[in-house]
T-cell receptor
């Protein structure tokens, strides 16, 4: 089974702090994604990566950056946390390639971040 | 652009009732369609998928048919159980960028009462 592990289930940070959310997948997947989940808004894509050191902005990249130095690890960085970044953050990965079956996304359990 | 619209929740049903959660989409090209489920305290997991028009996805008693003429992918189950209580997300896969990004609906919370 594919396993996507997010390092923390719950985080509490203060406004202005630099925050790192870590995600690791164990299936040698090419693609990795970061979403935020908010009530009434569903999942919104922040950033994604289709290869090591490659990244692309999603729909709401402002206030976030990412890092992918190794294939299995994709980090989301909040450069200066703000209260409006309080949310559930979900990481996902997919194998990649030209077939739909290879692009099914597998999700981690999520990190609930509170910024005070 | 592409989008997914699903019915607002919460949906509250008694055990063994029939379930329908509506999902419609707007897309250019020929997207693939998915239903994901999120149980309390967990991440999303794939429930079923359909890759072309008239395909029916099914899993764990849930079904959904890809209807191109009505741009819909409604989720159905004949007899729900308390254990089906969760949030259900409809999604489409946008392959135009080559990376198969997903676009999700807002989610529908289902609560099944014993």
């Amino acid at each position: 089974d594919v396993k996507v592990t997010q390092s923390s289930r719950y985080l509490v940070k203060r406004t202005g702090e630099k925050v790192f959310l870590e995600c690791v997948q164990d299936m040698d997947h090419e693609n990795m994604f970061w979403y935020r989940q908010d009530p009434g808004l569903g999942l919104r894509l922040i950033y994604f990566s289709y290869d090591v050191k490659m990244k692309e902005k999603g729909d709401i990249p402002e206030g976030y950056s990412v890092s992918r130095e190794k294939k299995e690890r994709f980090s989301l960085i909040l450069e200066s946390a703000s209260t409006n970044q309080t949310s559930m953050y979900l990481c996902a990965s997919s194998q990649g390639g030209g077939l739909v079956a290879k692009n099914i996304q597998y999700f981690g359990a999520g990190t609930r971040l509170s910024v005070l | 652009g592409n989008s997914v619209t699903q019915m607002e929740g919460p949906v509250t049903l008694s055990e063994e009732a029939f379930l329908t959660i509506n999902c419609t989409y707007t897309a250019t090209g020929y997207p693939s369609l998915f239903w994901y489920v999120q149980y309390p305290g967990e991440g999303l997991q794939l429930l079923l998928k359909a890759t072309k028009a008239d395909d029916k996805g099914s899993n764990k008693g849930f079904e959904a048919t890809y209807r191109k003429e009505t741009t819909s992918f409604h989720l159905e189950k004949g007899s729900v159980q308390v254990s089906d209580s969760a949030v259900y997300f409809c999604a489409l896969s946008d392959s135009t960028s080559g990376t198969y990004k997903y676009i999700f609906g807002t989610g529908t919370r289902l609560k099944v009462l014993a």
